[in-house]
């Protein structure tokens, strides 16, 4: 399968356009926003997990980034509530469920073969730093050479500027809005922008937002 896969393109998904589609365990489905491959797959969905469902022990060949964006998902090591960031790496494995349910965005294969370190971080955790413009907050989730990625925080109306690695970037709006000179992006807009530099302004009631670079 082959899915927006032309990364000189630029792409916005909203999440409530694209279907349901069913994954090889019960109760577990997928929104596909890009894919290369067919159930082993370098992807990027997200993904609704029914409640007291779950996904075979499986391992992650080219490991695995998860944002929880609704309810509590859970694994044999721990519960993940929403606003949690997980990092997988390479060769990494677990059995993943959810007893009451709940929504993730979820990357497979993106990770470099020696990044090793796993991360678990919450928009919770104390370890927010101002941003490089007035009302704008970061908080690092993984680097390593030149791959990031960052949660953002920005204030009502708050201007930002990506600045992204070499073939661009993309981003995940978790909470609230923001616009660019391209449109409006609500909750659950996907875009992945070949744009290594772009000015954002955050909507009315700001916004929270998953970037990523330096991946592609």
């Given at each position: 399968m082959q899915l927006n896969q032309d990364y000189s393109q630029r792409v916005v998904i909203e999440a409530d356009a694209v279907p349901w589609v069913p994954s090889p365990s019960a109760g577990v489905h997928r929104?596909?926003?890009?894919r290369k491959g067919e159930e082993l797959a370098k992807a990027t969905s997200?993904?609704?997990?029914?409640?007291?469902?779950e996904f075979p022990l499986h391992q992650h060949p080219g490991g695995e980034e998860i944002v929880v964006l609704e309810g509590v998902f859970e694994d044999e090591h721990a519960q993940y509530p929403a606003g949690s960031y997980l990092k997988n790496p390479v060769g990494s494995?677990?059995?993943?469920r959810s007893a009451g349910g709940c929504l993730i965005f979820v990357k497979l294969m993106y990770m470099q073969p020696d990044d090793s370190l796993q991360v678990v971080r919450s928009l919770n955790d104390d370890l927010w730093h101002p941003g490089h413009s007035s009302g704008?907050?970061?908080m690092v989730l993984s680097a390593f050479k030149d791959e990031y990625s960052v949660f953002v925080r920005l204030e009502p109306h708050a201007g930002f500027t990506f600045n992204a690695r070499p073939n661009g970037k993309e981003v995940l709006v978790l909470e609230g809005s923001y616009s660019d000179d391209c449109g409006e992006y609500t909750q659950y807009t996907w875009i992945r922008s070949p744009r290594n530099q772009s000015q954002i302004k955050a909507g009315p009631q700001g916004c929270t937002l998953f970037f990523k670079t330096g991946h592609f």
């Open positions: 929104k596909m926003l890009e997200i993904v609704r997990y029914d409640p007291g469902c494995a677990h059995a993943p704008s907050s970061v």
